[in-house]
């Protein structure tokens, strides 16, 4: 059994309750040694040379891309589980309809069980991390615990963490403690698995006193405890707490040719094009789009009544499959400037990587994600389609100046948008605050493979949170309502979207990628009040003239089909939503019944 040499260094934190927590755990689960990570680039040196030799990271051509590493996961863990994630208030009715709960002390039990010498024979890495900007007034600071080599690297390029942040905690700073194990202790003698993790399965929130505990999973979101778990769900009772919004949401910078300046915040559910839009290359000439966030923004009131946004995070956690030169080429880059952790993709014979969509045509051969031999004949995926690429955001060329600044920028528009074939038109502005919201409490969107479960069924997911609420989905509606209410005029304009909207033929309608750009213009010129509109029953769509078509390449009756408004599909959209207002039950607000009954009558 390999020894780690930093375990003999003593804690190096004078922190009390940290360092009972830590002794707590130890004492639980046992490990051989203990690690307190740093963040430097020789402990990614050491780490990463450490998971090559168990076999769990491949080396990549150095060339190709440098300092980085591939991996495949066990076939049983490439996802999100929502089945197993639970939030633990007090009180069931606090979680809400929408979330899987327990009481805090009968799921403390059950996990003390699993926990319990649940890393003999591994090391305890201590990851203390830092949500967001660390010199925030009010810097949102964790400390994860967990028994994987490979979740204490990918946390150093997700999270701003290590020595730096302990020294944030002080002595007594206040922090999240977020417990990971994968659940798969070592007998003496027992080689270990290239990606080891449990059949049993837990995603555990406690909002009442800000803990995460996490089992069985070495996944993404299941696992890097800084995302989902901290900046979505715990944070969500934090904003509803301190009066702002942790939302599933991009953030981008965008600059029209006279220079105007507007900064957008999209919302679309996993797997539904947050990066890309993110990264966006315009297709209309002299507009510009810079990146501040990929997946997740936390949007404070400022002193002047605006929303700024912020972004939790450090890096990226893309979607590999379908990011190539043509839909992303800022992420291929960005991936390409190394200390790049590839999880799930295929690899070449030269020590490369590729997934569907990386190049048009694909090598002769290829290592699958099952590590497989792979022709083009094969007949399954190459890479799987929720593999991903865990990159540092400073890497991205299109990186906005404003990315680290604490106070972040004031949001002028919020998209929400979701995965529809049908029904939904490419873009439509919303009438209100409390209208917009509603657009948001009803998004619907078909199931991706970002989580476990069946792909392409439609589901409401309000606001792109269903996964990641921390709390009453009636409550966070109205926590909505609130934080509209008390911007007033300095609130977003809030615009809803739909790039998958297909023909008879199945074929995706609009474009997408780079042509969204047109949409973002139409948006802010609706803003800036020299965009014209119309008004359907849903709220307004462009007129013929206002979106900016130069250009475009696409079948004139494709462009009227993505856009348009049906009102007997829409008709046949009531019940559904009834039905789903009903599920939120007697905490749904009555400012978005009203939106309904309204939308009822403007149907007719
Ligand atoms: P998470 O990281 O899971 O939260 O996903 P995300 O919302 O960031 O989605 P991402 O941008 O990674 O896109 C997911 C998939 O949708 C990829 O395969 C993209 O190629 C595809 N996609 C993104 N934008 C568009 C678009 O405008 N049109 C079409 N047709 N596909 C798109
Ligand atoms: C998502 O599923 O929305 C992601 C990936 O962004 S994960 O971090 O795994 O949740
Ligand atoms: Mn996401």
Redesign the pocket.
Known sequence: MTTDLAARAPAPTEHGELLRWVAEVVALTRPDDVVWCDGSRAEWDRLTTQLVDAGTFVRLDEKAKPSSFWCVSDPADVARVEDRTFICSELELDAGPTNHWMHPAEMTAVLDDLYRGAMVGRTLYVVPFCMGPLGAADPKLGVQITDSAYVAVSMQVMTRMGARVLKALGSDAPFVKALHSVGAPLAPGQADVAWPCNETKFICHFPETREIRSYGSGYGGNALLGKKCFSLRIASVMGRDEGWLAE?M?ILKLTSPAGAVHFVAAA???????????MLSPTIPGWTVQTLG??IAWMRPGADGRLYAVNPELG????A????PH??PHAMTTLERGHTIFTNVALTDGGDVWWE?ATDVPPAHLTDWHGQSWTPETGTPAAH??S?YCTPMAQCPILAPEWDDPAGVPISAIFFGG?RRSTVPLVLESRSWAHGTFLGATLSSET?A?ATGAVGVVRRDPM?MLPFLGYHVGDYLQHWLDVGARAGSAAPKIFYVN??RRGPEGQ?L????G??SRVLKWAVERIEGTASGVQTPLGVVPTPGSLDLDGLDVDPADLAAALAVDREQWRDELPLLEEWFATIGDRLPGALRDELTDLRVRLG
């Open positions: 599933h991009l679309f559910p996993s797997a539904c094009g947050k990066t890309n839009l993110a990929d997946d990226f956690f893309g979607v499959p379908g990011t190539g839909t992303n969509g389609p929720n991903r995965r991706t970002a792109a790039w998958f995706f609009w474009p997408g990628f042509e969204n």
